[in-house]
Structures are given as structure tokens and as C-alpha cells.
């Protein structure tokens, strides 16, 4: 990672400055900053801002001042810890002698092993965190807001939380480290969250999960909360945690883990119904969708399975019978679970299709099919019937493919030379992203060894940070592979 901002020294620190973390990281940063002050001393701040500087050029700090200047808050600390540092921080919290808080932080790392420019030691890291915390007992809740602005400091709570949600809102850009204590009692009362501190949940217990802080028998438990979740936003991040512990199930369980799945996911999908209802708002129609997907998939749900070929069979017929949303995972299910007679129909209708989102479509869902023959027969159109726009991406998708992930690097590492020649220079770093979904150690050292040999200029720094998960992909299954499959056991 890097810094948002820092001082460019060539055209190309310029051009890469044009990323995730300047528009993103930036973003979100001023929305923690602006949620922690309040709305209305931000804008002042803002206005003011605009006021003093109009018609003339700024620096950065001339932003914070101002904001400064209307809040009486410490904006440009609390700002400068966040744009001239690289990574971000989790905080963790106990609750020592009753009503006392214990809060601390630390840089949040997936790979321990990891560093990157102007990290510095990451061990001395500190952030001026703004927390915006909730917590509960019985019938009393409390909100809080608190800077903390040392490693580790102690706050003084009203009451003895039975729960506590230290991201509220969700608008911090740090993770959460919960225990397990604090894990069940959080998934005891979900309903006292937010769709968007339920996403928050779920999204940091999983990165613990990653960086090795919690099990994934932690995360399944908290999972199981989930059950009655109606935000499609959650059912989407749980579909991503759900489809990364998939990746390292053993074979002899991997029964017991669809069986896990499907009791997770088919009461939510029957309670929906099968079909939208007159006036359904688009959400809880790609809800509908998310929740199918997931169990025809990684729930390998047989009931499923049928009923998309069914919606399939009346898509074909007459394209609006089936909801958009509905459609589109039926043929994602059908892929997963196809042979070569279906991969051969979606090839035909990929060639013969008379709009470009029907044909992107059927050409994406060819990667997921399982098929040895059709899998390979794929690899090779991306390489002569796919538009070079397009075969990138077909690429990046072979890559994931769980049982066929190894063909498609061994075809990448073959064709290597080609596909530099055909494709988008710029689209090389981002088909190298399905890397990441990589799980064998020993091909893991050799996807290493070659972009050691042959690097990906366009992307140097993108390029590292799929090498960086694909390393935390392998270790996440050396650590928790047999865990899990002695727990589903």
C-alpha cells in the first residue's frame, strides 16, 4: 500500500496516484471525519474553507484548518495520522473493572511477513482514530464518540455493556477485532444493528479470519446468526466469506460444508418465495437472486439446481417471464453444476446473442463451468474467438474456478508471451488478479517464481498486492483446513 498522498517524483508515481486509495481510501476517510465531527460543523467547516480560499490554490492542510477552526477539534492530527501514513489500523476493546473501556490499536495486516513503501515499522504505527461506539444493557443503549490517540487508552463507559459495537454507523475506516465473548453476544442482538454495521461485522470477522485472529469455526457460529438477515448487502458478504471457506474444504467434507451452507441459506430463500412480488423494490428482488445463487452453488441445493434450469428453459422462451436479477444467477447455478451438453448450449447462445450484456453474460459463465473438455476448449477461445477486451476477464474468472484454478495458470504461464502480445496492456495486472483465489502452496511458489521473472510493469504495486493474497489464501488453508474439516466432521 501507500500513503494517499505523497510527493511524486516521476510520471508514473503521478499516473499511479489516479487509484483505489486516492479516490476510495480518500473518500472514506473524509465521510469517518465528517460523521465523527457531525454534519453540520463539517460543512461549516467546509464553508468556510471555500470562503477564505476562493478564486486562490490550497494546500491540504489548509482543508483541515479551516475544519479546525469551525469544530475546535484537532483536525489536522487527527487528518495527518490518515493521509501521510500507509494501511489502516483494527482496534480491539475490553471492558476492565466494570464501566472502564479498554481500547487498542494496532496496524491491521492479512500477511504478518508483508511490507510496502514508506511503511516504516509497522509495529510503531498509530492512527488518531475517531470511534463512534454503541452499547446495551438490558433496555438502556448508549452512544459515545471517543479520539483514540495512543496505542492503547481507557474510556469511561455510563453502565456495564452487555454488547458493544465499536464501528458505529460504520463510517470508521478501521476494522474491529471482537472476541468471541463479543461475538455471540453481538450475534445474540442483531437486531440492534444497521444493515451497514452488520455488513461491518461480517466483513471484519472475516478478515480476522484471514489474518489468523479468529477460526473459521468462529466466524461459521456467527454466521449461523445470520439466518433471518433481510439486507442483500450482508447475504452478499457472507456469499464472499461463504465461497472463501468453500476453496479450502476438503473433499471428504465438502458434503457436511453444503449441508452447512444450505441450512444457512434455503429458510431465508423459502421465506422469500420463488417468484418477486407485484411491487418488490429491486434490493429484495437481488436479494432473491443472491440468496439462490448461493444455494444452488456452494449449497449445491438439487431443488435449486432444477428450478434454474426450469427459469432457464422459460428465460430462453421468452426473456421477460423471469426477473432480470432471478435470471442471471440460474445461469451462474447452471454453470456450476453443468456439463459438456449445457457448456455447449451457452456457447451457441454467447455467439448467436443479439445484445452485448446477453453475450458477456453466457461468455463469463463458461468459466465456471467444472467440465475437464470444456474447461480447456474455453481456455483456448479466450486466445482466438474472445474480443482481446473481453479475454482478459475470462481469464480472471478461469483463474477462480475452484477445481480448474491450476489448468488456467498452467495455460497462463504457457501462453504467457501471446497473451502479451494480444491483449490490453493495461488489462494484463487485472486478468493476473484470479491468482489471488490460489490456495496450493506449491503452486503458489511457482505463480511467485514467474512473476519474479517476469514482471507485470503496468501494475507493479497491484501486481504485489495479489501475490500478498495469494499468500494469505495459502496460509488461511494450512491454518484452518483441517480445523474445519474436523469440526464439519
Do not use: C
Not at 187 to 201: C, I
Not at 271 to 295: C, K, S, V, Y
Amino acid at each position: 500500500t501507500r500513503p494517499i498522498e505523497f510527493e511524486v517524483v516521476s510520471p508514473q508515481e503521478a499516473e499511479g496516484m489516479f487509484d483505489v486509495l486516492t479516490y476510495e481510501k480518500g473518500a472514506s476517510v473524509l465521510r469517518m471525519l465528517e460523521q465523527f465531527l457531525g454534519e453540520d460543523p463539517f460543512r461549516d467547516g467546509i464553508r468556510a474553507y471555500l470562503a477564505e480560499h476562493s478564486y486562490a490554490n490550497t494546500e491540504t492542510t489548509d482543508l483541515w484548518d479551516a475544519i479546525e477552526a469551525s469544530t475546535g477539534e484537532p483536525v489536522r492530527h487527527i487528518m495527518d495520522t490518515w493521509i501521510f501514513q500507509g494501511g489502516y489500523p483494527v482496534i480491539e476493546a475490553s471492558v476492565v473493572g466494570g464501566t472502564t473501556l479498554r481500547v487498542r490499536q494496532e496496524r491491521f495486516r492479512y500477511d504478518a511477513g508483508a511490507s510496502g513503501p514508506n511503511d516504516g515499522d509497522a509495529n510503531d504505527q498509530e492512527w488518531a482514530v475517531p470511534v463512534l461506539m454503541r452499547y446495551g444493557a438490558g433496555d438502556r443503549v448508549h452512544e459515545d464518540r471517543v479520539l483514540l490517540d495512543n496505542r492503547e487508552e481507557d474510556f469511561d463507559l455510563r453502565f456495564e455493556p452487555e454488547w458493544l459495537v465499536l464501528n458505529a454507523g460504520g463510517s470508521g475506516f478501521y476494522r474491529v477485532r471482537y472476541s468471541a465473548a463479543q461475538l455471540a453476544a453481538l450475534g445474540a442482538r442483531l437486531d440492534q444493528l444497521t444493515p451497514l454495521e452488520r455488513y461491518g461485522l461480517v466483513d471484519d470477522t472475516f478478515a480476522s479470519v484471514l489474518a489468523g485472529t479468529t477460526t473459521v469455526t468462529e466466524f461459521l457460529e456467527l454466521a449461523r446468526s445470520f439466518a433471518d438477515d433481510t439486507d442483500v448487502s450482508v447475504w452478499q458478504r457472507l456469499a464472499g466469506a461463504l465461497g472463501a471457506i468453500d476453496r479450502i474444504v476438503d473433499e471428504p467434507v465438502r458434503a457436511r460444508y453444503q449441508g452447512t451452507v444450505r441450512a444457512l441459506v434455503s429458510p431465508a430463500l423459502h421465506r422469500m418465495g420463488w417468484t418477486p412480488a407485484p411491487g418488490e423494490d429491486d434490493r429484495t428482488r437481488q436479494l432473491r437472486a443472491t440468496l439462490f445463487e448461493l444455494a444452488g452453488t456452494i449449497g449445491d441445493d438439487s431443488d435449486v439446481q432444477a428450478r434454474a434450469r426450469a427459469l432457464h428453459d422459460s428465460y430462453v422462451d421468452d426473456p421477460e417471464s423471469v426477473d432480470p436479477p432471478l435470471a442471471a444467477a440460474a445461469i451462474t447455478v447452471i454453470a456450476d453444476s453443468g456439463g459438456r451438453e449445457e457448456f455447449d448450449a451457452f456457447l451457441q447462445r454467447f455467439r448467436k446473442a443479439d445484445n452485448p450484456q446477453e453475450e458477456i453474460r453466457y461468455l463469463y459463465s463458461l468459466a465456471k463451468f467444472h467440465d475437464d473438455d470444456a474447461f480447456a476448449e474455453l481456455l483456448e477461445l479466450s486466445l482466438s474467438e474472445v474480443r482481446t477486451q473481453n479475454a482478459p476477464f475470462l481469464l480472471r474468472l478461469a483463474l477462480s474456478n475452484r477445481t480448474h484454478g491450476d489448468k488456467a495458470w498452467s495455460f497462463v504461464r504457457r501462453r504467457w508471451d501471446e497473451i502479451n502480445e494480444r491483449f490490453p496492456s493495461s488489462t494484463i495486472v487485472r486478468m493476473a488478479e484470479g491468482v489471488r483465489f490460489l490456495t496450493d502452496p506449491a503452486l503458489a511458489n511457482e505463480v511467485e517464481g514467474f512473476f519474479a521473472e517476469h514482471p507485470v510493469l503496468q501494475g507493479e504495486r497491484t501486481m504485489a498486492q495479489h501475490l500478498e493474497r495469494l499468500r494469505v489464501n495459502v496460509t488461511f488453508r494450512r491454518r484452518e483446513a483441517e480445523r474445519l474439516a474436523a469440526a464439519l466432521a
